[in-house]
């Protein structure tokens, strides 16, 4: 009956809303790839490591003061201990987001997440 | 309207939503992968420098010449340096009148002075000789002793210093040391953002130890998002919004050590010699860094009321301030316009 008539058939329907969920799971999920990639550990003379944050491991990191030990376990990455006088870097906490760090600056280490995804805050005052 | 028509539209509309998805989906993914960051030790602290542009060779440039030019403030203003402006004019302990400086260091001169005169002495930057007598040292803890703080806080004087912004000289008193600590990393973040703008960056982040300027627009349409470290627990005390410039922070966890049940910490009150009290930290937001800078520590040191005063009457300035003694939180204050800008978390 031409009063039901549409442009679109069924199947062109069924596309459309299969397009508009497939579109709906990426905007939520951020296209399937996960945030905080990659952990990245600085230290002084150069050191430098990068691996895959959820890839578990210890990495210890010489400094002007002796050992900082930086622990990368369950996606996140932490200063599990330093030679620092308050360690504040070890208060600091975790880091698993991309753009954060934890710093030692009297044993110059720098821990960096990085990758891509959505960060909670531009910058920290402290 | 008839059903098919109804329904004509429902799809369209469908249509519509995909397309506004997909462009949404792809503009922030291209916005994530197109940020650079590195971080710097410089200034005594951990300088990072972000900057968001597709051009990734343009953004390593940018980021390097911006932690060049903090190195050059650092090298300028440093008086830990010895080959530095600073430490050679604090060698002469005989003053000095009509000093030729740089450019760089009369300018961070004269808005320390502007900012000594506005806090009635508050923020000083010839607290040098007070700050040589706390040094903080790890372990065996000591108080200087009483008649050290009373001989050092007789050259403590921020009128003994007059700078001459047109021929850029200086001139001070005998027995007057400078010590910029409290404003140079904030300076040097401005002209790192300077930086940043001359090379055509359109967004970016300088942060230095918690000094932080911005360029251009937030990738949030809201502002800039800004995290204030809680100042006695892991994470933060909550965030504010700004729409640009800068913001600082001075705090007494920064650097201190506990005796007796007493913090004491590196910011120095001017008129006693002794860590200021009452405050736990000072957030300010201003248009430059080297004002946020220095206002933090005026704040601070002045306390909640006559420290909240300061901001609200000076333009452009904005703060929040968490007060309190030892462990014991007291009230998170906020000036006028930034009340509304604040999220507790």
Known sequence: MAGDRTLLTFADRLVLYVLVGAALVLFVTGGGQGYGVTVRITGDGGFE????????????????????????????????SSPCPHELCVKMGAVRTPGRAVVCVPNRVVVTVVGDGPTPTDAVTR | MSTSRKRLALEVA????????????????????????????????????????????????????????????????????????I????????????????????????????????????????????????????????????????????????????????????????????????????????????????????TGVVDAGGDVGFVGTPPDANGWRVGVKHPRADGLMGVVLVDGGSVATSGDYQNYFPMDGVRYHHILDPSTGYPARGVMSVTVAAELAVDADALATAVFVLGPDEGMALIERTAGAEALMVAGEGDSLGNVVLSSGLAARFEAQ
């Open chain 2, 14 to 85: 469908a249509l519509l939503v995909v397309v506004a998805l997909i462009v949404t989906f792809a503009t922030r993914r291209r916005s994530d992968s197109d940020r650079h960051v590195d971080y710097r030790f410089l200034m005594g602290t951990v300088v990072s420098v972000t900057v968001l542009t597709p051009d990734a060779e343009l953004g390593r440039a940018a980021i390097d010449a911006a932690f060049d030019e903090i190195a050059r403030i650092e090298a300028l203003t440093s008086r830990y340096l010895q080959d530095s402006e």
């Open chain 1, 49 to 80: 490591y990068l691996a895959p944050l959820d890839s578990d491991t210890i990495v210890e990191v010489e400094g002007p003061l002796g050992t900082t030990v930086v622990g990368v376990v369950d996606g996140e990455a932490r200063v599990l």
């Open chain 2, 87 to 202: 430490s050679r004019l604090n060698a002469r302990a005989d003053g000095f009148t009509g000093e030729r400086v740089s450019r760089e260091v009369a300018e961070v001169v004269s808005r320390s002075l502007a900012i000594a005169e506005a806090s009635s002495g508050a923020f000083d930057i010839t607290v040098a000789p007070l700050v040589d007598l706390w040094t903080f040292p790890e372990g065996d803890y000591a108080l200087p002793d009483e008649s050290y703080i009373r001989a050092a806080l007789r050259t403590v004087n921020w009128r003994a210093v007059q700078i001459d912004v047109v021929e850029n000289t200086l001139t001070a008193l005998p027995g007057t040391e400078l010590d910029l600590a409290g404003v140079a990393k904030g300076y040097a973040v401005d002209r790192a953002v300077a930086v940043l703008r001359r090379a055509g960056i359109a």
